[in-house]
């Protein structure tokens, strides 16, 4: 059975989803939960992330380490994998990550894996962004969240 927490952050209610094993998911405020196959429960797991992400967002955290567990298609793996790979304080373009990903065409697409990124903050999506350093979507249209996630790393965006 999945179970649920949620964190109230400097960016709003996070609510973190585990399977009891690995974080399956972590949603963002303002998201609707009525249709989350979940229960409130306190997995070890959940506790940990909960104290992990307070300690990232104190800026005493700079890498999670926590089991999460994705599901994706290849293309949306390879992405996923590349935005591990972006270290805290750092950003990368759309493209950056194409290229990482195996696929520099893909421009486009690296914007919908990310979009489809069950685990924002976990595997760093928010650290993507237009080659001209402008802030695109995050979360689909949650651009204020991504500058504060950023702002908190001190990565230049502007």
């Known amino acids: 059975m999945k ?8 960016i709003g209610i996070l609510t973190i989803v585990s399977d009891g094993e690995s974080i399956t998911e972590v949603l963002l405020p303002e998201t ?11 997995y070890c797991v959940l506790i940990e992330a909960s104290k992990q992400l307070q300690e990232y967002f104190n ?13 994706g ?10 935005l591990r790979t ?11 990550i194409a290229e990482k990903a195996g696929s ?3 421009v486009r697409a690296v914007g919908q894996a990310n979009k489809a990124n ?6 760093p999506c928010h650290r993507v962004i237009g080659k001209n350093k402008s802030l695109t979507g995050y979360a689909g249209t949650k651009t204020d969240l991504k500058a504060v996630l950023l ?4 990565v230049d965006f502007r």
């Open 73 to 82: 298609t290849p293309f949306q793996m390879r992405v996923w994998d590349a």
């Open 86 to 96: 972006i270290p805290f304080g750092e950003s990368l373009s759309y493209a950056e």
């Open 32 to 42: 609707e939960l009525s249709a989350l196959d979940a229960e409130p429960a306190e």
């Open 151 to 154: 702002e908190l790393e001190k």
């Open 59 to 71: 800026g005493t955290r700079t890498h999670f380490q926590l089991p999460l567990f994705t599901e």
């Open 118 to 123: 069950k685990l924002p903050i976990l595997v």
């Open 3 to 10: 179970g649920f927490i949620q964190y109230d952050s400097p």
């Open 104 to 106: 520099p065409k893909a």
